[in-house]
């Protein structure tokens, strides 16, 4: 071997090594770059945390301990590969033994609910109802470190500015003693305690019912009940006014009428041939009421009055509302839906609906964005494409009517 080939190796081995260097790089940047960018997105969190009167304590103890959790921005940007039908949402929340379990709650805790029932006029079963479907009666809160979560999607940049302020405003929980950052566990996405409130809401409306100095919504339930009263009431809930009924329509109803948009009073509605599910007339009070058909015109049909708005403003879906409603009546005493909905055993996928949606518009019918949600505008969109080809206008999505829409649609390209 000549003098040469030593050093012609030591040169290669360490060329080598730098370019493994630089590709070790290379791969740890962008969680070095995730990591520095989190600790900025906290020190300035931390400044506008103090411009807004939160303590130094509470600053220091939470903001520098808190921990950025990838897992919760997977679960932020994952979304149902398939879309859920009020059949399957309905059924896997409304069962006997929830019902059961609600009744038996709401006689032990029957002394409060009627205090709360007569300082806010939310009848006990509606508070026992969203008690059952937030938090199955406090069974899960969720494992969630929401100072964690929180940080986490507030320097996450697609809703930062919403959960930053969620950020600052569980500081200012802590920062009142209503419960240490130990203790402030939750959903991934911040909601908190029994009835599932964000740091937003529980700062508006949460009330220390028990008199104990502070507004605990994870270990009192007199907080948790007080506090969801507070909010019903707060957001426009009618005392003495039912969310609703289910109803029966006759055999040539126009379903075109259906929709929360489109409401009449009680005696519009009678004149429409709709009567009660069993068969009687509805009430003789002049109230307003809009139907509402989740599962097409071979499922239920209710009639919905201005507290089921309210139920709405809790959580904007109209699945979530109606069980809401329906699990009240039964905790209540009421008997099950006469017309329960059946599963579809065709599941529809998000894609099928966002192509459902360009298929719609390609035929001059607006549904909308394209985001394989099947919400009120789509449903519109669907009626209107049954009324012009003479189906039933129920705006209910089925795989038949997914493929008569395909068809219309790529008949028109053509």
């Given at each position: ?12 081995y ?31 969190i931390?400044s ?16 520098s ?26 059924n ?17 805790h029957?002394?409060l ?11 006990a ?5 969203f ?39 569980a500081?200012?929980i ?19 305690g ?12 949460a ?13 009192s ?37 259906a ?18 599910h ?15 058909v ?11 009055t201005?507290?089921?708005y309210?139920?709405?403003r809790?959580n ?5 509302a109606?069980?809401?409603?329906h ?45 394989g ?7 519109q969109a ?33």
């Amino acid at each position: 071997m000549s003098v040469k080939q030593p050093f012609f190796l030591l040169t290669c081995y360490r060329s080598l090594f730098s370019s493994m260097l630089i590709f070790s790089g290379w791969m740890a940047q962008p969680v070095q770059a995730d990591a520095d960018h989190f600790r900025e997105c906290i020190a300035n969190i931390a400044s506008q945390a103090k411009q807004e009167g939160i303590s130094e304590k509470t600053r220091l103890s939470v903001l520098s301990q808190v921990k950025h959790i990838p897992k919760i921005i997977e679960l932020d940007r994952r979304q149902p590969e398939f879309t859920q039908s009020f059949a399957s949402y309905f059924n896997a929340r409304i069962n006997e033994e929830r019902v059961q379990r609600g009744r038996d709650l709401m006689n032990k805790h029957r002394a409060l609910l009627q205090q709360i029932e007569k300082d806010n006029g939310i009848p006990a079963q509606y508070l026992v109802s969203f008690w059952g479907l937030e938090t199955n009666y406090g069974g899960h809160f969720g494992d969630w470190s929401i100072p964690d979560s929180l940080a986490t999607l507030a320097c996450d940049p697609r809703r930062s500015n919403f959960f930053t302020q969620e950020l600052l405003n569980a500081l200012k929980i802590i920062d009142a003693g209503d419960i240490s950052s130990e203790r402030m566990m939750g959903s991934w996405a911040g909601a908190m305690g029994h009835m599932q409130f964000m740091p937003s809401t529980f700062l508006r409306y949460a009330k220390d019912m028990d008199g104990d100095g502070r507004r605990d919504l994870w270990n009192s339930i007199p907080d948790a009940f007080g506090s969801a009263a507070n909010f019903l009431r707060q957001l426009g809930w009618t005392p003495g006014l039912e969310w609703g009924q289910e109803v029966r329509l006759p055999p040539a109803f126009d379903y075109s009428l259906a929709g929360r948009d489109h409401m009449l009073s009680f005696s519009e509605w009678s004149k429409l041939d709709v009567t009660t599910h069993a068969g009687t007339p509805l009430s003789a009070k002049e109230q307003r009421a809009a139907l509402i058909v989740p599962a097409g015109h071979q499922g239920p049909a209710f009639l919905v009055t201005k507290n089921f708005y309210v139920i709405m403003r809790w959580n904007r879906s109209e699945f979530y509302a109606l069980s809401v409603g329906h699990l009240a009546d039964r905790i209540a005493g009421a008997a099950t839906l006469q017309r329960v909905p059946l599963n579809e055993t065709n599941k529809i996928s998000r894609e099928q609906v966002r192509q459902l949606q360009k298929d719609l518009s390609t035929l001059g019918i607006d549904a909308g964005d394209a985001d394989g949600v099947v919400g009120s505008v789509t449903r519109q969109a669907i009626s209107r494409f049954q009324q012009r080809t003479q189906r039933i206008a129920d705006g209910y999505l089925d795989t038949s009517l997914l493929n008569a829409v395909r068809e219309a649609a790529s008949s028109q390209v053509q």
